[in-house]
């Protein structure tokens, strides 16, 4: 099994930056595809962005596009989601997943809560 574990979130104002962490344990391969989801309050979660196995090839979803960064490092068996120029339509509970190589998302994380005031 996979354990995630997010971490990073808090209160921050609008204009500020955010890091998240996401940290891997378990049978952890480093093929599997990292992603970042996102719920705000009364909608449905979803896609922020996500990286393959090498860390070359990342995908944002337009609203972050410019403005959050995702990158990982197999070794300490971590992903990041750097945020800047936060928003308050940013406001979210934000999500780690992982999913094999060649299937959909399987294993997440508890989720870490991000609010952006303004």
Do not use: H
């Amino acid at each position: 099994q996979v354990q995630l574990v997010e971490s990073g979130g808090g209160l921050v104002q609008a204009g500020g930056s955010l890091r998240l962490s996401c940290a891997a344990s378990g049978r952890t391969s480093s093929t599997y595809r990292m992603g970042w989801f996102r719920q705000a309050p009364g909608k449905q979660r979803e896609f922020v962005a996500s990286i393959n196995w090498s860390g070359g090839g990342t995908n944002y979803a337009d609203p972050v596009k410019g403005r959050f960064t995702m990158s990982r490092d197999n070794a300490k068996k971590t992903v990041t989601l750097q945020m800047n120029s936060l928003k308050p339509e940013d406001t979210a509970v934000y999500y780690c997943a992982a999913a094999q190589l060649g299937g959909s998302y399987e294993y997440w994380g508890q989720g870490t809560q991000v609010t952006v005031s303004s």
